[in-house]
């Protein structure tokens, strides 16, 4: 790494990686000048299910400065030197209070969608799908951002998607999200089997 780069990670504690549409990393940036540039970034975003199968969304403050007002699933940007699933554990501290020891271990579902949101923001988005352990959970609102925590069938969770209600861009990606839907459902019929076989061998 050249000095000039590794001085400015240094000196800057909080920076995001720019990458062109090929996905090579060409820069940096602070998130203040976000809004400004249209290369690419990198974040997440994670499906979150409960025990019995609803999909946890989050409603984004009218003031807050991307996506005010937006319904979203647990998500946020790859800050410095963060790798996806790091990100991800983290927004769901940050974000709603989850710690890491009260899901189920992170599957990554997508890597690196190229995805243009509203304002014409770049992203290549990882989508990853866990769940929560315990059937009752108390959220812990990041209150600067979210308004409040929404629990939907997760049917109507990917309606909302498949309707624009999300901040997702939907149409234009349909094929990609097709898939991730079917990769969440697939995950959480898993995870039913799984309970099934550890209930069963407890008898």
């Known amino acids: 790494m050249k000095k000039s780069k ?3 990670y240094n000196k800057n504690k909080k920076y995001y ?3 062109n549409e090929q996905g090579k990393e060409i820069g940096w940036i602070h998130p203040i000048y976000e809004k400004t540039q249209t290369n690419y970034l990198k974040g997440v975003s994670v499906f979150l299910l409960t025990q019995d199968g609803k999909l946890v969304l989050e409603k984004r403050t009218p003031n ?17 030197h963060e790798k996806g699933k790091k990100t991800a554990y983290r927004e769901l501290k940050e974000e709603i209070g989850i710690q890491k ?3 189920l271990k992170l599957r990554k579902i997508k890597k690196n969608v190229p995805l243009r949101f509203k304002g014409g923001r770049n992203f290549f988005i990882s989508f990853y799908v866990t769940q929560l352990k315990k059937r009752k959970n108390k959220f812990n609102l990041q209150e600067i951002e979210l308004e409040e925590v929404i629990i939907v069938p997760m049917q109507e969770g990917f309606d909302l998607i498949r309707k624009g209600l999300t901040k997702f861009p ?3 990606n349909e094929i990609v999200f097709e898939e991730i839907f079917k990769k969440v459902e697939l995950f959480y019929q898993k995870s039913i089997e799984k309970q099934k076989k550890k209930v069963e061998y407890s008898r």
Do not use: E, N
């Not at 807050?64 to 410095?80: A, E, F, Q």
């Open 6 to 8: 590794q001085a400015f």
């Open 17 to 19: 990686r720019m990458y």
């Open 64 to 80: 807050t400065c991307l996506t005010p007002g937006d319904i979203d699933i647990i998500s946020g940007h790859c800050d410095k």
């Open 101 to 103: 020891k009260k899901v």
């Open 170 to 172: 939907y149409k234009g």
